[in-house]
């Protein structure tokens, strides 16, 4: 759940101090499908939650075969009635025209997924893989940081195009073994690169998430991947704290314990995305980047010392950015 919880942390904080003029757009209030606006979609709300009631639970209970129907059924009777309703907003001609769409969006997606299926099947079919797990030992010279860098990589043109289960599968048999060889707990090394497996699908080059994402908003494709990746730093540093310090995941910890990593972690995530965004109370230079960068990234390593040094670099970078910010305010009054 910590795991979980900080990238989210690190994508409120990139979107709440985006840098100066890097904010993102805002959406307004009226949508358009086709020609037809769908303001106030919801015509008959009662209506509309039973209809999605029923398909959550057709889809989600373990129920028996005549009561799955019979909610298959409600689902579909509320969905019709709701579409030729007087007043109605998502009429049959709208839905046709929604579909239509959402193919022609799929296209791109659809080529991303050949050629990431073929990347990965050559891979894997070859015996690259196994030859990847001892190049990376060698190359590590048993360093942990090193290994887990170049497992990261790995782990991410493996995990290109994969769907979920088959991208774990993957990872497990191939990558998670180098890190158990040296000495990362088992839990850990799985979720390690399993993290980093899901992590590709918004990593450019293939980033198949990205590219959905950006046939949806009618956005540029690479340029999506990359401010997706921007924004979802915090799930590039947070494999490395539970790998190096595995008490997020709670082995062998204390509750002390567990709150002293999650807090220095979501200190440290400030700190990185901040650096990453340029922008902390108003525009920020070289040297303050590169201070409150170093700073949040000392924070992540789970060494007292390091801690330390890391919140006083951060609370350096900040001070300056804020008395900066308010001198700039007082000068142009």
């Known amino acids: 759940m910590f795991a979980a919880g900080i990238p989210i942390v690190s994508a409120a904080l990139s979107v709440a101090f985006p840098g100066e003029g890097q904010s993102l757009p805002a959406v ?12 106030n979609v919801h015509r008959d709300p009662i209506l509309g939650m039973i209809g999605i009631a029923a398909l959550l639970c057709y889809l989600f209970l373990g129920v028996g075969g005549i009561v799955k129907a019979a909610l298959l059924f409600v689902g579909i009777i509320c969905a019709v009635v709701c579409m030729f309703k007087k007043g109605a907003v998502m009429t049959p001609a709208v839905l046709f025209d929604a579909l239509a769409n959402g ?38 010279h048993g360093s942990v940081f090193i290994a887990l860098f170049f497992t990261m990589l790995c782990c991410i043109v493996l995990g290109m195009g994969v769907p979920t289960t088959a991208n774990y599968c993957i ?43 950006s046939a949806i908003a009618k956005a540029p ?62 525009g920020m230079k070289a040297i303050p980047r590169v201070v409150i960068a170093a700073g949040g990234l000392l924070m992540m390593d789970p060494q007292p010392i390091t801690d330390l040094v890391g919140i006083v670099l951060l609370l350096a970078a900040v001070a300056w950015q804020y008395f900066g910010a308010k001198k700039a305010a007082a000068a142009s009054v």
């Open 221 to 282: 494709p690479m340029k999506t991947a990359f401010n997706a990746s921007k924004l979802a730093i915090g799930a590039f540093v947070v494999p490395y704290i539970f790998a190096l310090n595995p008490a997020m995941l709670l082995i062998d910890t204390t509750a002390l314990q567990v709150v002293l990593v999650v807090v220095t972690s979501i200190v440290g995530i400030f700190g990185v995305a901040a650096a990453l965004n340029g922008y902390l109370f108003r």
């Open 103 to 140: 193919a022609k969006s799929s296209i791109t997606v659809a080529a991303a997924c050949g050629v990431a299926g073929i990347i990965g099947g050559c891979i894997t079919i070859t015996g690259l893989a196994s030859r990847i797990i001892t190049a990376i030992i060698t190359l590590s």
């Open 28 to 39: 307004e209030q009226t949508y358009v499908i086709g020609a037809v606006s769908v303001s």
């Open 171 to 213: 990872m497990a048999s191939t990558c998670a073994p180098i890190l158990i060889q040296l000495g990362v707990p088992m839990l850990a090394a799985h979720f390690f690169v399993f993290y980093f497996g899901i992590v590709a699908d918004i990593t450019p080059p293939v980033a198949l998430a990205a590219y959905a994402g």
